[in-house]
Protein backbone atom coordinates (compact mmCIF):
# COMPACT_ATOMS: atom_id res chain seq x y z
CA UNK A 1 0.00 0.00 0.00
CA UNK A 2 1.30 3.32 -1.02
CA UNK A 3 0.79 7.06 -1.47
CA UNK A 4 2.56 8.94 -4.16
CA UNK A 5 2.95 12.77 -4.32
CA UNK A 6 0.68 13.00 -7.22
CA UNK A 7 -1.81 11.71 -4.73
CA UNK A 8 -1.74 7.88 -6.83
CA UNK A 9 -2.92 5.65 -4.05
CA UNK A 10 -2.27 1.69 -5.09
CA UNK A 11 -3.78 -1.15 -2.93
CA UNK A 12 -2.58 -4.82 -4.01
CA UNK A 13 -5.34 -7.24 -2.68
CA UNK A 14 -3.88 -9.86 -0.05
CA UNK A 15 -5.65 -12.91 1.50
CA UNK A 16 -7.76 -10.84 3.42
CA UNK A 17 -9.03 -8.42 0.57
CA UNK A 18 -10.07 -11.91 -1.13
CA UNK A 19 -13.90 -11.31 -2.12
CA UNK A 20 -14.36 -8.19 -0.26
CA UNK A 21 -16.40 -5.57 -2.34
CA UNK A 22 -13.55 -2.80 -3.50
CA UNK A 23 -14.90 0.07 -2.22
CA UNK A 24 -14.63 -1.37 1.44
CA UNK A 25 -11.16 -2.63 0.60
CA UNK A 26 -10.28 0.69 -0.51
CA UNK A 27 -12.10 2.48 2.97
CA UNK A 28 -10.10 0.24 4.97
CA UNK A 29 -6.58 1.08 3.48
CA UNK A 30 -7.37 4.54 3.18
CA UNK A 31 -9.17 5.62 5.96
CA UNK A 32 -8.82 9.44 5.35
CA UNK A 33 -11.41 8.98 2.84
CA UNK A 34 -15.01 7.80 3.72
CA UNK A 35 -16.27 4.83 1.68
CA UNK A 36 -19.40 7.31 0.45
CA UNK A 37 -16.20 9.79 -1.13
CA UNK A 38 -14.51 6.38 -2.42
CA UNK A 39 -17.88 5.44 -4.16
CA UNK A 40 -18.49 8.26 -5.53
CA UNK A 41 -14.31 8.26 -6.97
CA UNK A 42 -15.34 4.56 -8.26
CA UNK A 43 -18.27 6.10 -10.13
CA UNK A 44 -16.64 8.82 -11.61
CA UNK A 45 -13.94 6.87 -13.16
CA UNK A 46 -10.96 7.26 -10.32
CA UNK A 47 -10.15 3.39 -10.15
CA UNK A 48 -8.68 1.23 -11.85
CA UNK A 49 -8.11 -2.93 -11.65
CA UNK A 50 -5.37 -4.26 -13.18
CA UNK A 51 -4.80 -1.34 -15.37
CA UNK A 52 -8.73 -1.83 -16.52
CA UNK A 53 -11.19 1.21 -15.14
CA UNK A 54 -13.05 0.02 -12.82
CA UNK A 55 -17.08 1.86 -12.50
CA UNK A 56 -18.71 -0.43 -9.43
CA UNK A 57 -17.90 -0.05 -6.22
CA UNK A 58 -19.18 -3.62 -5.22
CA UNK A 59 -17.05 -5.21 -7.74
CA UNK A 60 -15.18 -8.01 -5.51
CA UNK A 61 -11.31 -8.61 -5.28
CA UNK A 62 -9.37 -11.33 -5.91
CA UNK A 63 -5.96 -11.98 -4.65
CA UNK A 64 -3.18 -10.12 -6.07
CA UNK A 65 -5.24 -7.51 -7.89
CA UNK A 66 -3.97 -4.13 -7.92
CA UNK A 67 -6.12 -1.20 -7.69
CA UNK A 68 -4.95 2.21 -7.96
CA UNK A 69 -6.81 5.06 -6.59
CA UNK A 70 -6.58 8.36 -8.12
CA UNK A 71 -7.85 10.96 -5.94
CA UNK A 72 -8.31 14.61 -7.68
CA UNK A 73 -7.28 18.06 -5.64
CA UNK A 74 -9.85 19.11 -3.70
CA UNK A 75 -12.31 22.26 -4.46
CA UNK A 76 -14.04 24.38 -2.49
CA UNK A 77 -17.18 23.13 -1.14
CA UNK A 78 -18.83 26.87 -2.05
CA UNK A 79 -19.18 27.72 -5.31
CA UNK A 80 -18.26 31.09 -6.97
CA UNK A 81 -20.33 33.59 -8.54
CA UNK A 82 -20.06 33.60 -12.52
CA UNK A 83 -21.15 36.37 -14.72
CA UNK A 84 -23.54 34.36 -16.69
CA UNK A 85 -26.92 35.44 -18.17
CA UNK A 86 -30.06 34.39 -16.89
CA UNK A 87 -33.45 34.54 -18.62
CA UNK A 88 -35.50 35.98 -15.37
CA UNK A 89 -39.59 35.73 -16.13
CA UNK A 90 -40.10 36.94 -12.77
CA UNK A 91 -38.27 38.23 -9.21
CA UNK A 92 -39.45 39.41 -5.85
CA UNK A 93 -37.15 39.19 -2.73
CA UNK A 94 -38.56 35.76 -2.04
CA UNK A 95 -37.61 33.72 -5.10
CA UNK A 96 -36.92 33.58 -8.63
CA UNK A 97 -38.15 32.03 -11.79
CA UNK A 98 -36.00 31.27 -14.85
CA UNK A 99 -36.51 29.65 -18.49
CA UNK A 100 -33.04 27.84 -18.05
CA UNK A 101 -31.57 26.87 -21.48
CA UNK A 102 -30.70 23.70 -22.37
CA UNK A 103 -26.87 22.97 -22.06
CA UNK A 104 -26.77 24.64 -18.70
CA UNK A 105 -25.35 22.51 -15.28
CA UNK A 106 -27.91 22.69 -12.25
CA UNK A 107 -25.48 22.66 -9.91
CA UNK A 108 -22.06 21.97 -9.07
CA UNK A 109 -20.78 18.64 -9.24
CA UNK A 110 -17.89 16.16 -10.67
CA UNK A 111 -17.03 17.48 -14.20
CA UNK A 112 -18.78 20.39 -13.67
CA UNK A 113 -17.82 22.41 -10.85
CA UNK A 114 -17.84 25.62 -12.36
CA UNK A 115 -20.69 27.19 -15.50
CA UNK A 116 -23.80 26.34 -13.11
CA UNK A 117 -26.77 27.87 -12.53
CA UNK A 118 -25.89 27.77 -9.17
CA UNK A 119 -22.73 30.04 -10.31
CA UNK A 120 -24.66 32.51 -12.01
CA UNK A 121 -27.57 32.54 -9.31
CA UNK A 122 -24.80 33.19 -7.13
CA UNK A 123 -23.67 36.50 -9.24
CA UNK A 124 -27.33 37.60 -9.96
CA UNK A 125 -28.69 37.28 -6.56
CA UNK A 126 -25.58 37.81 -4.16
CA UNK A 127 -25.00 36.75 -0.83
CA UNK A 128 -28.88 36.61 0.20
CA UNK A 129 -28.55 33.05 -1.80
CA UNK A 130 -25.59 31.62 0.34
CA UNK A 131 -26.22 28.70 2.46
CA UNK A 132 -29.94 28.75 1.46
CA UNK A 133 -30.58 24.87 1.39
CA UNK A 134 -26.89 23.87 1.23
CA UNK A 135 -23.42 25.12 0.43
CA UNK A 136 -23.35 23.16 -3.08
CA UNK A 137 -26.98 23.80 -4.10
CA UNK A 138 -28.05 27.11 -2.52
CA UNK A 139 -31.84 27.93 -3.18
CA UNK A 140 -32.45 24.93 -5.92
CA UNK A 141 -35.80 22.30 -4.88
CA UNK A 142 -36.24 20.94 -7.92
CA UNK A 143 -33.87 20.50 -11.05
CA UNK A 144 -33.59 19.89 -14.74
CA UNK A 145 -31.16 17.94 -16.87
CA UNK A 146 -28.32 19.74 -18.68
CA UNK A 147 -29.46 19.40 -21.70
CA UNK A 148 -33.49 19.58 -20.93
CA UNK A 149 -34.67 23.47 -20.69
CA UNK A 150 -37.61 25.21 -19.85
CA UNK A 151 -39.39 26.74 -16.53
CA UNK A 152 -37.13 26.23 -12.89
CA UNK A 153 -38.18 27.91 -9.74
CA UNK A 154 -35.31 28.88 -6.82
CA UNK A 155 -35.70 29.89 -3.36
CA UNK A 156 -34.17 33.31 -2.03
CA UNK A 157 -34.80 32.91 1.43
CA UNK A 158 -35.03 29.72 3.83
CA UNK A 159 -38.71 30.45 4.25
CA UNK A 160 -39.50 29.90 0.24
CA UNK A 161 -36.77 26.75 0.24
CA UNK A 162 -38.65 25.22 3.03
CA UNK A 163 -41.91 25.90 1.49
CA UNK A 164 -41.27 25.15 -2.01
CA UNK A 165 -38.95 22.10 -1.04
CA UNK A 166 -43.00 20.69 0.58
CA UNK A 167 -45.03 21.51 -2.29
CA UNK A 168 -42.67 19.68 -4.70
CA UNK A 169 -42.37 16.36 -2.13
CA UNK A 170 -46.38 16.74 -2.05
CA UNK A 171 -47.16 16.91 -5.65
CA UNK A 172 -48.43 20.31 -5.43
CA UNK A 173 -46.68 21.73 -7.70
CA UNK A 174 -48.23 22.24 -11.67
CA UNK A 175 -45.57 20.86 -14.12
CA UNK A 176 -46.19 20.23 -18.36
CA UNK A 177 -43.45 19.00 -20.20
CA UNK A 178 -43.55 18.85 -24.12
CA UNK A 179 -41.42 16.31 -25.66
CA UNK A 180 -40.72 15.07 -29.46
CA UNK A 181 -40.64 11.11 -28.96
CA UNK A 182 -39.82 8.19 -31.80
CA UNK A 183 -43.23 6.63 -33.00
CA UNK A 184 -46.28 7.49 -31.43
CA UNK A 185 -47.90 6.23 -27.86
CA UNK A 186 -51.09 4.22 -28.24
CA UNK A 187 -53.65 5.28 -26.88
CA UNK A 188 -53.46 8.73 -27.37
CA UNK A 189 -53.65 9.85 -23.71
CA UNK A 190 -52.58 7.93 -20.98
CA UNK A 191 -50.29 6.79 -18.04
CA UNK A 192 -46.82 5.52 -17.84
CA UNK A 193 -46.08 4.04 -14.73
CA UNK A 194 -43.15 1.86 -13.21
CA UNK A 195 -40.59 1.95 -10.23
CA UNK A 196 -37.61 4.38 -11.06
CA UNK A 197 -34.01 3.38 -9.61
CA UNK A 198 -30.44 2.98 -10.75
CA UNK A 199 -29.27 0.77 -13.77
CA UNK A 200 -27.44 -2.09 -12.47
CA UNK A 201 -25.34 -2.43 -16.04
CA UNK A 202 -25.05 1.43 -15.93
CA UNK A 203 -24.79 3.62 -13.01
CA UNK A 204 -25.43 6.89 -15.00
CA UNK A 205 -28.61 5.45 -16.56
CA UNK A 206 -31.72 4.96 -14.35
CA UNK A 207 -34.39 2.07 -15.21
CA UNK A 208 -37.45 0.92 -14.61
CA UNK A 209 -36.79 -1.79 -11.29
CA UNK A 210 -38.51 -4.34 -9.58
CA UNK A 211 -37.02 -3.56 -6.44
CA UNK A 212 -35.39 -0.57 -4.51
CA UNK A 213 -37.14 2.05 -6.76
CA UNK A 214 -39.55 4.57 -6.23
CA UNK A 215 -42.71 5.12 -6.90
CA UNK A 216 -43.08 6.79 -10.91
CA UNK A 217 -46.26 8.12 -12.72
CA UNK A 218 -46.67 10.16 -16.19
CA UNK A 219 -49.17 11.39 -17.79
CA UNK A 220 -48.82 12.13 -21.18
CA UNK A 221 -50.94 12.98 -24.09
CA UNK A 222 -50.48 13.02 -27.81
CA UNK A 223 -50.21 16.95 -29.10
CA UNK A 224 -49.30 15.95 -32.42
CA UNK A 225 -48.40 12.88 -35.00
CA UNK A 226 -46.05 12.75 -37.50
CA UNK A 227 -46.54 10.36 -39.98
CA UNK A 228 -46.93 7.99 -37.23
CA UNK A 229 -42.85 8.38 -37.29
CA UNK A 230 -42.92 10.40 -34.71
CA UNK A 231 -44.91 12.65 -32.16
CA UNK A 232 -45.19 15.70 -30.38
CA UNK A 233 -46.20 14.78 -26.54
CA UNK A 234 -47.70 16.41 -23.29
CA UNK A 235 -46.35 15.22 -20.48
CA UNK A 236 -47.52 15.84 -16.97
CA UNK A 237 -45.62 14.76 -13.94
CA UNK A 238 -47.28 12.97 -10.92
CA UNK A 239 -43.98 12.30 -9.49
CA UNK A 240 -40.44 13.65 -9.91
CA UNK A 241 -37.99 11.19 -10.71
CA UNK A 242 -34.40 11.73 -11.88
CA UNK A 243 -35.22 10.96 -15.67
CA UNK A 244 -38.24 10.15 -15.06
CA UNK A 245 -40.18 10.78 -18.73
CA UNK A 246 -37.06 10.00 -20.37
CA UNK A 247 -37.00 6.12 -18.39
CA UNK A 248 -41.00 6.19 -19.13
CA UNK A 249 -41.10 6.91 -22.66
CA UNK A 250 -37.99 4.73 -23.44
CA UNK A 251 -39.11 1.67 -21.52
CA UNK A 252 -42.48 2.12 -23.73
CA UNK A 253 -40.81 1.97 -27.10
CA UNK A 254 -40.85 5.43 -27.62
CA UNK A 255 -37.78 7.16 -26.66
CA UNK A 256 -37.50 10.82 -26.78
CA UNK A 257 -35.76 12.24 -29.84
CA UNK A 258 -32.22 12.83 -29.52
CA UNK A 259 -31.41 11.25 -26.00
CA UNK A 260 -27.94 10.26 -25.63
CA UNK A 261 -28.85 8.17 -23.02
CA UNK A 262 -32.18 5.98 -23.20
CA UNK A 263 -32.17 6.08 -27.38
CA UNK A 264 -29.79 3.10 -27.86
CA UNK A 265 -30.42 2.12 -31.85
CA UNK A 266 -31.95 3.51 -34.70
CA UNK A 267 -35.72 3.43 -34.45
CA UNK A 268 -37.01 1.40 -37.51
CA UNK A 269 -40.00 4.34 -37.79
CA UNK A 270 -36.96 6.53 -38.87
CA UNK A 271 -36.39 4.39 -41.89
CA UNK A 272 -39.97 5.97 -42.86
CA UNK A 273 -38.92 9.48 -43.20
CA UNK A 274 -37.52 11.51 -45.39
CA UNK A 275 -33.74 11.46 -45.41
CA UNK A 276 -32.94 15.01 -44.60
CA UNK A 277 -36.44 14.90 -42.08
CA UNK A 278 -34.42 11.71 -40.81
CA UNK A 279 -30.59 13.03 -40.12
CA UNK A 280 -32.27 16.09 -38.21
CA UNK A 281 -34.23 13.75 -35.98
CA UNK A 282 -31.05 11.22 -35.72
CA UNK A 283 -28.79 14.07 -34.66
CA UNK A 284 -30.48 16.30 -32.61
CA UNK A 285 -27.65 16.86 -30.47
CA UNK A 286 -30.02 16.65 -27.09
CA UNK A 287 -33.09 14.90 -25.64
CA UNK A 288 -36.26 16.51 -27.32
CA UNK A 289 -37.77 17.92 -23.54
CA UNK A 290 -38.68 21.32 -22.37
CA UNK A 291 -40.20 21.93 -19.37
CA UNK A 292 -43.22 23.71 -20.72
CA UNK A 293 -44.97 25.07 -17.51
CA UNK A 294 -44.37 25.60 -13.85
CA UNK A 295 -47.26 26.66 -11.20
CA UNK A 296 -47.29 26.82 -7.70
CA UNK A 297 -48.19 28.97 -5.11
CA UNK A 298 -46.24 32.09 -3.44
CA UNK A 299 -44.29 30.86 -0.36
CA UNK A 300 -45.35 34.12 1.69
CA UNK A 301 -48.07 35.80 -0.17
CA UNK A 302 -50.11 32.79 -1.49
CA UNK A 303 -51.03 33.92 -4.79
CA UNK A 304 -51.06 31.26 -7.37
CA UNK A 305 -48.51 31.75 -10.17
CA UNK A 306 -48.02 30.26 -13.65
CA UNK A 307 -45.09 30.18 -15.75
CA UNK A 308 -45.23 28.97 -19.67
CA UNK A 309 -42.71 29.14 -22.34
CA UNK A 310 -41.94 27.94 -25.79
CA UNK A 311 -39.81 25.34 -26.34
CA UNK A 312 -35.73 26.64 -27.81
CA UNK A 313 -35.79 27.25 -31.33
CA UNK A 314 -34.03 23.93 -32.20
CA UNK A 315 -36.63 22.06 -30.57
CA UNK A 316 -39.39 24.21 -33.05
CA UNK A 317 -37.40 23.91 -36.20
CA UNK A 318 -37.30 19.97 -35.42
CA UNK A 319 -40.97 20.08 -34.77
CA UNK A 320 -41.67 22.08 -37.89
CA UNK A 321 -39.76 19.68 -40.42
CA UNK A 322 -41.02 16.72 -39.17
CA UNK A 323 -44.69 18.42 -39.54
CA UNK A 324 -43.69 19.32 -43.47
CA UNK A 325 -42.55 15.74 -43.97
Same mark, same amino acid.
Given at each position: ????????????????????????????????????????????? /?????????????????????? &?????????????????????????????????????? &? /????????????????? +??? *?????????????????? *???????? =???????? /??? !??????????? #???????????????? *??????????? *??????? =???????? !????????? @????????????????? +????????????? !????????????? &??????????????????????????? @?? +?? #??????????????????????????
Amino acid at each position: MTVSSQDLRTLVAAEQHAGERIDRALAAAFPDLSRSRIKALIEAG /HVTRDGALVREPADSLRIGATL &VLSVPPPVSSTPEPENISLPVLYEDADLIVIDKPAGLV &V /HPAPGNETGTLVNALLA +HCG *DSLSGIGGERRPGIVHRL *DKDTSGVM =VVAKTEQA /HVA !LSNDFAARRID #RKYLALCWGVPSPGNG *DYEGAIGRDKA *DRKRMAI =VARGGKEA !LTHYKVLKS @FNACAALMECKLATGRT +HQIRVHFSANGHP !LIGDPLYLRRIPA &VAKRLPVETRDAALDFPRQALHAARLG @FV +HP #RTGEALLFETMPPEDFRALELQLAES
